[in-house]
């Protein structure tokens, strides 16, 4: 019988990889209703008739998750925005990101419709980080709905999985990944075992091509990953995807996995894949580490 202290070790290891998905809360006001960020009001221009749908990752809020920066920085340049606070395990508890994928995707896919009523617009453009990001890639496809979606932006999807910076190698070898698996569902996060390598999530996205036709796509990620790894797994090795390293655009830039929706440069890397045509040179910041 294996001990009780390895198991426990590496269930505790296992939930402080698990918490680097977790995207902090930051304490700033919400956006001014007149910046076009979550302004029920807001109609789309002509330059960007495509409202945005920004999606947070795992154990964060739309407001912990773009009110901060990013949000605020796109609804400044002319877009309709709209960051939702999805797969919630109960109304009392603020966060969401935890009810399994599919429990979530099809709510983001009825908050997808209720944008397009309330701005008139017929397609969206999906931004999503880490979790956001996988159900960015995932709703269009699985539920089908890609005739309404025009761009996809996906910072750090743990496209194929993630090994948790090789944990779950670690468990394999010494037969407790299935046990482990349990225990983070029991805890209260489906959406964390649908996420891991052959989570169930995971191997429904990678069923077939993921890209959809008429959706462009670009997939943003760091070198400087720890909680989808390995970092590559979160591209799209698909026609009519582009994948961005960070470190290939900004080499000096040490932005981590939570960082990306804080970095001056990554945003201007979201931006362009927004509007090819209005493209600007990236100006590379130094985004939080961490």
Avoid at 100 to 111: F, G, K, N
Avoid at 121 to 136: I, K, Q, T
């Amino acid at each position: 019988m294996r001990s009780l202290s390895v198991h426990t070790g590496l269930a505790g290891l296992i939930a402080s990889l698990l918490a680097s998905l977790v995207v902090l809360p930051v304490s700033t006001a919400a956006g001014a209703a007149s910046s076009g960020f979550n302004d029920w009001g807001c109609q789309p221009s002509a330059a960007h008739p495509d409202p945005v749908v920004m999606l947070h990752g795992l154990g964060a809020n739309g407001d912990a998750n773009y009110a901060g920066y990013l949000g605020p920085y796109l609804a400044d340049r002319g877009y309709c925005v709209f960051a939702p606070t999805y797969g919630q395990v109960s109304p009392e508890l603020t966060v969401g990101g935890l009810v399994a994928i599919a429990e979530s995707a099809s709510e983001i896919e009825t908050y997808v419709d209720e944008v397009l009523g309330a701005t008139g617009a017929s397609r969206v453009d999906l931004v999503g980080h880490s979790e956001g990001g996988f159900h960015a890639l995932y709703g269009p496809k699985v539920l089908g709905y890609a005739d309404q979606v025009d761009t996809v932006v996906a910072m750090a999807p743990p496209t194929h999985g993630t090994n948790l910076s090789g944990l779950l190698m670690v468990g394999n070898l010494l037969g407790l990944s299935g046990p482990l698996r349990q225990a983070v569902r029991e805890f209260g996060c489906a959406a964390c075992d649908d996420l891991l390598v052959d989570g169930a999530a995971v191997e429904t996205l990678n069923a077939g091509p993921i890209a959809q036709a008429g959706v462009d796509y670009t997939v943003i990620a760091t070198r400087w990953e720890v909680a989808v790894t390995p970092y590559a797994s979160a591209f799209v090795t698909e026609p009519g995807v582009d994948n961005v390293l960070v470190q290939d655009v900004c080499p000096f830039d040490p932005v981590g996995h939570v960082g990306l929706a804080f970095d001056s440069g990554v945003a201007q890397m979201v931006s362009n894949a927004l509007d090819p045509d209005a493209a600007q040179p990236v100006r590379c910041g130094a985004g939080p580490p961490f």
